[in-house]
């Protein structure tokens, strides 16, 4: 290969490395939160009463804990309402991220996209020597929801 051919391909490789930077602002259209940051108007936290109403009942998460898999992950599913009383989702109104804590720091985070999708998310984590976890939902027109259960 001679040199001018080595500097042409050189060039080449140089500007094919560039383009991903170039093309990285179109993932901003992934997160839900730059794209529908107009629609998720309510980011206040709440909490579920003694006496729950009809409303608490459909924001509050619940945590249902599964089995170890043969590597030691466990099965962790998160419904957005309890006791049947499950959150709706359309495109005014839907349950834009749900979160997973244990003992109180974040596992993972899972973005909805309005209207898709039910409140729901189910992760896979190892659970050794953990003592609580935590769901927290965001409705966008509710707010921020959570519910702890000790393990
Ligand atoms: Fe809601």
């Not at 973005?111 to 769901?135: I, Q, W």
């Amino acid at each position: 290969m001679k040199r001018r051919d080595a500097l042409k391909i050189g060039a080449f490789g140089l500007a094919a490395t560039a383009i991903p930077a170039v093309a990285s602002s179109s993932y901003e259209g992934l997160n839900p939160y730059s794209k529908y940051r107009d629609k998720v108007i309510n980011r206040n936290r709440y909490s579920m009463s003694e006496k729950p109403t009809k409303s608490e009942l459909k924001h509050t998460p619940e945590i249902k804990i599964g089995s170890k898999d043969a590597k030691g992950y466990t099965l962790v599913e998160i419904t957005i309402g309890q006791k049947g009383i499950l959150h709706p989702s359309s495109d005014a109104h839907w349950i834009d991220f749900i979160e997973l804590k244990a003992d109180g720091k974040l596992i993972d985070r899972v973005l909805f996209e309005p209207g898709k999708s039910m409140g729901y998310a189910a992760f896979k984590v190892k659970l050794d020597g953990v003592k609580s976890l935590t769901a927290v939902e965001g409705c966008n027109l509710h707010g921020i929801w959570e519910h702890t259960v000790k393990i």
